[in-house]
């Protein structure tokens, strides 16, 4: 099971070159933190960047609400991901049929396939959406979305759970991972590939929920508890006067939480 080995260990088993890329970073880097830099202007989301950078394995991104996107922007993100070792996650959630993900992810203002290492989709178009993104040029790679944080989240049970395990394992050179909850709580937890990535977003020091639905968990829970690989923080590192020290402090949390997981 992938909860007792390292990143390292787990790379060599991944089927998917971006997961096994993402996995050797984490263990090169010491770090499972991604950084969800929701800010709204290409300014702040590339200081952040550069601010975070050196912190984090992952930098994600919602490029459609920055204000002023353009190609520049994908770009020197690109840069600063190879300056400070971090990969790019644009958080599109594709959740439509097969050829208007294909069209959404190539095409538009965003050209999001030329510029992201990888995406991630819903399953509720079921499995044609993965073809469909795979089949893009430049392709990088997907997660699906196997459970949600938010409040009254209707993705949920073990039938969603195993729907979104059974997609991946038929494209598990595209599929990288999954966006999950508690994935160690899962029925289907032992039959889990160690070569996928689980990326836990809902991750706060501070605070509980906000007032429209986010549900809060610590980097500790998520990972001890519920068998994440990777926690996604967004406001409590780019909401913090210092985000900084703030993604440091995150980054430490999470990689204490692992080690922890490890000795179990
Ligand atoms: O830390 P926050 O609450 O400021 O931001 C969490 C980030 C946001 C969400 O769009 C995203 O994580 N997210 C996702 C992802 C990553 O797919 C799924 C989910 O269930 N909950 C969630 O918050 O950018």
């Not at 938010?150 to 073990?158: I, P, R």
Request: hydrophobic share 40%; with cysteine.
């Amino acid at each position: 099971k992938w909860l007792a080995q390292s990143y390292g260990t787990r790379a060599k088993s991944a089927k998917c070159p971006a997961a096994a890329n993402l996995l050797e970073l984490m263990e090169r880097k010491k770090t499972n933190l991604c950084a969800s830099l929701d800010v709204t202007t290409s300014a702040e989301l590339l200081k952040l960047a550069e601010e975070v950078g050196p912190q984090v394995c992952c930098v994600k991104t919602h490029c459609d609400v920055v204000s002023d996107w353009t190609e520049a922007t994908g770009a020197e993100l690109q840069r600063l991901a190879k300056a400070h070792d971090f990969v790019v996650f644009e958080d599109r959630k594709f959740a439509d049929i097969g050829n208007t993900a294909a069209l959404q992810y190539e095409c538009g203002l965003h050209k999001i396939s030329s510029w992201s290492d990888f995406v991630n989709a819903h399953i509720t178009p079921g499995p044609f959406v993965i073809d469909a993104l795979k089949g893009v040029k430049g392709a990088g790679a997907c997660l699906l979305l196997a459970e949600m944080s938010s409040k009254g989240t209707v993705a949920t049970g073990d039938a969603y759970v195993k729907s979104a395990l059974d997609m991946a394992d038929a494209h598990p050179d595209f599929v990288m991972g999954f966006i999950d909850q508690t994935p160690k709580n899962w029925k289907c937890a032992k039959d889990v590939d160690p070569g996928y990535v689980h990326m836990t977003p809902g991750i706060s020091l501070a605070s509980k929920g906000d007032k429209v639905g986010q549900q809060y968990t610590t980097p500790h829970m998520a990972i001890v508890d519920n068998g994440a690989d990777v926690v996604i923080v967004g406001r409590g590192i780019y909401g913090a006067s210092d985000a900084k020290s703030a993604s440091a402090e995150y980054r430490e949390a999470g990689w204490k939480a692992y080690e922890a997981r490890l000795q179990m």
